[in-house]
């Protein structure tokens, strides 16, 4: 995979003009040393810059490189030279950020412009350089997603995965959506070695602490599906996979559920995702991008008694660290809906922060709460698992925009709001700050 190619500009006023930071501020050298840092903090980018004097000579040197760049970072060695004002409006993916008591009130103007006009643009003012690291390194998840193919089973239209939704995601995150009909997905299914089959079955039921309803033919049913999910996405070279599970399945159109294949694709550091819910599989790819752990997609319970959200489904991950994280425990357990097939009842970690997010390609927006889990919630009604943690439970109730996001949203550990929202102001999302 080739590194991510970023230009870095370094706004210069001539010698002899007084300006902040100073006069005779020597921008070439500083601009050598930033380079130095960005190089070293970040290898898996590609870096190239420019000292720049004038906005019109920014304005040529991005239109002669289109296309040649993932990203842009204006550094702001200076004021007033109108370059990053200009260069954040010629639609083209860029970070701003100061270099403090350097271009601080140049920062405050282009950052007024942005919201005013709505521009896809990040606006960094922080003495912590990591805070710019971590900006530039959504460049590398953004080519990733162009480089993406998603593989979504469902025979014709299903409700997460129309033809224009698909059309939407390509325009949006440049990642491409491969169909597969349930008849070619059951013709893998039919080729799969049963003794490959019977290991991925021992395996699941050793780890597990216990299986409760389903039996051991089932369970082998659903390790041949995976191994089915497993060569179809190595064929069409797909990222991740969302199937119509439910639409499939009470048809007799599937052999198997998904569930436990799902459970494991995550569990590997590949995706796997409910329903031919694309817009989850798209933010499932942009949270394993961004922090090479799994997504958990899942239909929110609101509980303003307790303020809490109880995230629940029947797909859940083992491995909320990513793959060469610690794994938790879980139950093997019928599909909850109609007590059928297996799935996983997964027993979360407690006490930690999580973000939760969605993105919607029709209405190009970007939902997100922060909660802190407090326990796995025992219940027969609804999903197996069901992960409660602490919120604002009266506010994300009624800032929760069904008709935008529909149900799902993705649940991932750790406190990434900065990050994901500025990887959707990368993208021109609207956001919606669900617990704000």
Request: aromatic content about 10%; charged content about 30%.
């Amino acid at each position: 995979m080739e590194k991510a190619k970023v230009k870095v500009v370094f706004p210069a006023v001539e010698k002899g003009h007084p300006t902040w930071p100073y006069i005779n501020y020597d921008v070439e050298k500083r601009a050598k040393d930033v380079m130095s840092i960005l190089e070293k903090q970040l290898p898996e980018i590609e870096f190239s810059y420019h000292v720049i004097y004038e906005k019109e000579k920014a304005k040529k040197l991005v239109e002669e490189e289109k296309g040649r760049y993932d990203g842009y970072l204006v550094y702001m060695t200076s004021m007033w030279t109108e370059i990053p004002e200009t260069m954040a409006k010629m639609g083209i993916p860029l970070i701003v950020a100061d270099e403090i008591y350097s271009g601080s009130g140049g920062l405050l103007r282009t950052n007024s412009l942005v919201k005013k006009e709505n521009l896809p643009v990040v606006c960094i003012g922080s003495s912590n350089f990591n805070d710019i690291i971590k900006a530039v390194k959504l460049f590398s998840v953004m080519k990733r997603m162009r480089e993406s193919k998603i593989l979504v089973v469902a025979d014709g239209e299903s409700w997460g995965s129309s033809n224009r939704k698909i059309k939407k995601i390509k325009e949006i995150f440049g990642t491409d959506v491969i169909r597969m009909t349930s008849e070619e997905l059951n013709s893998y299914y039919k080729k799969v070695d049963k003794e490959k089959a019977e290991k991925y079955k021992d395996k699941w039921i050793k780890e597990a602490l216990k299986v409760v309803e389903p039996t051991e033919e089932e369970i082998l049913k659903s390790a041949k599906m995976h191994l089915a999910i497993k060569k179809a996405m190595e064929d069409k070279k797909a990222d991740a996979i969302t199937i119509d599970c439910l639409g499939l399945y009470y048809s007799g159109k599937l052999f198997a559920y998904p569930c436990l294949s799902f459970f494991e694709l995550n569990n590997e550091g590949s995706t796997g995702v409910c329903e031919a819910d694309l817009d989850s599989a798209v933010t499932q790819l942009l949270i394993r991008y961004l922090t090479g752990r799994p997504g958990y997609v899942s239909d929110p319970v609101i509980d303003t008694a307790t303020n809490q959200i109880i995230y629940a489904h029947c797909v859940a991950t083992s491995k909320v660290y990513g793959p060469d994280g610690l794994s938790n425990p879980y139950i093997i357990r019928s599909h909850a809906e109609d007590k059928k097939g297996a799935c996983v009842q997964s027993l979360l970690p407690t006490g930690e922060t999580v973000t939760t997010v969605k993105v919607s390609s029709l209405d190009k927006a970007f939902s997100i709460h922060t909660g802190k889990t407090i326990g796995n919630v025992e219940d027969e009604k609804g999903c197996r698992t069901k992960l409660a943690a602490e919120v604002d439970a009266e506010k994300i109730l009624n800032n929760f925009h069904f008709e935008i996001f529909s149900w799902h949203r993705v649940t991932f550990y750790g406190d990434y709001r900065k990050e994901m929202m500025d990887l959707a102001t990368l993208y021109g999302l609207k956001i919606y700050q669900e617990d704000k």
